[in-house]
């Protein structure tokens, strides 16, 4: 088939998907949203998380492996009880782990070959920036921790949402920049769907949204846009090793509304290295 009528063909299908609001999602990943919705349920009690959680065998083994792990079983005890395991960690806890194994259900499926490295790619970026937007949060704000860290998670999820259904179509593009010209010109309307479609709440979305938003306004208020941009921002530079070049007088509004400059953010860094490799832990 000639590319273009390929790529022409793999485009109406996701303008199709997009209009009819009929994403095309894992059945594994329909369960564990299901799971994460539940969990927002007013004075829902431990008995009936554990019993929800034990509908997604993946979830049930990753929230016994945390309940278990160095960073919150200070005791040593195993604990072989979903009922435990939920009071250990906590609601907050356990929702982050819905929606990390939720995307790693996104990003395996289907996935093989040159498509599992870019979702691998992808995914690595998804937790450092998601670590990253936690400790700012909670380093340097007010706001929720765990709402930032889920907000920076989902950051690109509309790229996961492509990529996925581009496995459909081998052979389709000429190119990684044809692919990835595609990804940037959809991946924005492909995420709205997508929290739209889990409901998550307008702060998380417009977080999500707006994240590569660099020219909103200089409150000195930080927001949860502010987070996720600023994380995404400074990961890309962590990565590059390019911070030391940034010119802090001329940084984006985001690290300017969290008060950012060169020697606190260093510090920052440096002391919460740990933490991050936790809060990685949790993700991964």
């Keep these: 088939m000639n590319s273009k009528i390929s790529e022409f063909e793999f485009i109406k299908g996701l303008t199709a998907e997009l209009s009819s609001k009929n994403l095309v999602f894992p059945t594994s990943l329909k ?50 009880e979903l009922r ?36 691998e790619g992808l995914w690595t970026r998804s937790m450092r920036v998601a ?15 765990d709402k930032a860290m889920i907000a920076g998670l989902l950051h690109d999820v509309g790229k996961f949402y492509i990529l996925n259904r581009a496995c459909l179509y081998q052979d389709l593009f000429v190119s990684e920049e044809a692919l990835w010209d595609l990804v940037d010109q959809w991946h924005a309307d492909i995420g709205a769907a997508i929290l739209d479609s889990w409901e998550m709440s307008d702060d998380i979305r417009a977080a999500v949204m707006d994240h590569k938003s660099l020219d909103i306004a200089v409150t000195g208020k930080a927001t949860l846009t502010d987070i996720v941009a600023a994380a995404n921002f400074l990961d890309g530079h962590f990565v590059g090793q390019s911070i030391a070049l940034l010119d802090w007088t001329k940084v984006p509004a985001p690290l300017q509304n969290l008060q950012l400059d060169a020697e606190r953010t260093e510090n920052l860094m440096r002391e919460t290295t740990q933490e991050l490799a936790a809060i990685l832990q949790v993700l991964s």
Excluded: C, W, Y
């Design 84 to 119: 435990a395991a939920t009071v250990l960690l906590g609601f907050g806890v356990v929702r982050n782990v819905a929606i990390s194994v939720g995307m790693k259900q996104l990003k395996d499926h289907q996935a093989s070959g040159q498509t599992s490295e870019r979702m």
């Design 131 to 145: 670590a990253l937007s936690f400790v700012l949060a909670r380093n340097l704000t007010k706001l929720s921790p």
């Design 31 to 80: 369960t564990t949203m299901k799971i994460r919705r539940a969990l927002d349920t007013p004075d829902i009690s431990n008995d009936q998380v554990a019993r929800i959680i034990s509908a997604e065998p993946v979830l049930s083994a990753q929230v016994l492996k945390l309940a278990n792990s160095a960073m919150f079983n200070r005791t040593g005890r195993k604990i072989e």
